[in-house]
């Protein structure tokens, strides 16, 4: 498969117009521009073969794969706040990755450290509590005192809608946000929730609870996952007695053993996983064509992390080869990027040079769809 390029009508001029609405028309034509330049240079034949417009994707689904906005956009604003969160959307990811822990009253918040140091302020107004700052020392009260301050809080051409953008989140008010940016863009934009503990049932009964509680119920508007094995067997256990179908993701890493089969981080098998995980979140430089073919046999979609190019010429050189390999979902500090290369290979296929006239001749009203569309 070669690299393929398209330009796609906009989707999101109906209705009235608003100023989110504007905002996302805005970014949605800066995007194609940049998309344009570097996707005719990715186009052209590759060993001698014709080009063509599309693909057929070999992801489980053969849809194209989902492009997962890691923490948000933390190559941009800050990680895992609102602003992050709301840039995503109008970058066009499909889900949203974030990482949910509980603070010492028990509360879930969005935060990926298990120290609030790295991240946040917290040095200037507390000192360390059992020599150090972590999130379970902190109640939520306290929490809400700090601000994510480890990125940038500006982002040309964008304003975060949200009161108070750059406060660490609670996981139930990033669902709530997130429901109302979906409103305001015409989007359908998922979560997938990072159990970022060790084993505990109980944070996992909560962190259910809360997607349950803010509609997010439904395999196309959530995920769980985690590292803890034991997490991701007690979240399928308890999503299953509850007669719930949402995906439960494994994240680690995959190895081919001695005896020719797949190992996730050296505990279990494919197979073994299988029977009661849904997918798997693996470490992009773990991941090969025949470890996607393997769990694609079993029916185990396959994310990939953590995608972070320095541009968008990176970003194909980067995820190409995944795309190609049938990877199901992209998770990126980048979503925009990683948008426009999953968009270089879709639509019906037409050959080029032949079909060079017709982008150019549409190329002034025509702009990259950034959404996700989903049934």
């Known amino acids: ?21 504007a905002q996302l028309q805005r970014y949605m034509m800066k995007l194609s521009h940049a998309v344009l330049g570097v996707t005719f240079a990715f186009a052209l034949p590759l060993s001698g073969e014709a080009a063509t ?18 923490r948000g956009a933390p190559a941009y604003l800050s990680e895992n706040t609102l602003a992050g969160t709301e840039l995503s959307v109008l970058q066009g990811a499909g889900w949203i990755e974030n990482d949910v822990q509980p603070t010492k009253d028990g509360v879930l918040v969005v935060m ?52 108070n953008p750059f406060r660490v989140p609670t996981f139930a008010e990033q669902l709530d946000a997130l429901t109302e940016y979906n409103a305001a863009y015409g989007t359908n934009v998922g979560i997938v929730a990072e159990l970022k503990y060790g084993y505990d049932p109980a944070s996992n009964q909560k962190a259910i609870d809360t997607l349950i509680a803010h509609g997010y119920d439904t395999p196309d508007k959530a995920i769980l996952q985690s590292f803890s094995h034991e997490n991701v067997y007690d979240v399928a256990g308890k999503l299953e007695e509850m007669g719930l179908t949402l995906p439960v993701s494994q994240l680690g890493g995959a190895a081919l053993g001695l005896d020719g089969q797949f190992y996730i981080d050296g505990k279990i098998t494919l197979a073994g996983l299988a029977t009661y995980a849904d997918a798997l979140s693996l470490t ?42 049938g990877i199901d979902g ?45 049934a």
């Open 1 to 21: 498969m070669s690299f393929q390029m398209v330009v796609i009508l906009p989707a999101l001029t109906a209705g009235v117009e608003t100023p989110r609405r």
């Open 53 to 70: 417009f599309g693909a057929r994707f070999d992801t489980l689904t053969g849809a194209a794969p989902a492009v997962i906005a890691h």
């Open 112 to 163: 990926h450290d298990g120290s609030l140091e790295r991240t946040t302020d917290v040095e200037t107004l507390f000192a360390p509590r059992n020599g150090g700052y972590n999130v379970a020392d902190f109640t939520l009260e306290e929490i809400r005192t700090l601000t994510v301050d480890s990125q940038s809080h500006d982002y040309p051409g964008f304003t975060p809608s949200s009161e």
């Open 284 to 325: 992009s430089g773990s991941i090969t064509e025949e470890l996607i073919a393997a769990a694609h046999d079993l029916g185990l979609p396959v994310y990939g992390w953590t995608f972070r190019p320095a541009d968008l010429n990176a970003a194909f050189a980067q995820m190409a080869q995944f795309i190609e390999w």
């Open 330 to 374: 992209i998770i990126t500090d980048n979503p925009d990027h990683a948008v426009a290369v999953v968009a270089s290979y879709e639509v019906a296929p037409v050959p080029l040079p032949a079909a060079l006239p017709l982008v150019l001749a549409g190329i002034g009203a025509l702009g990259l769809v950034a959404r996700r569309k989903r």
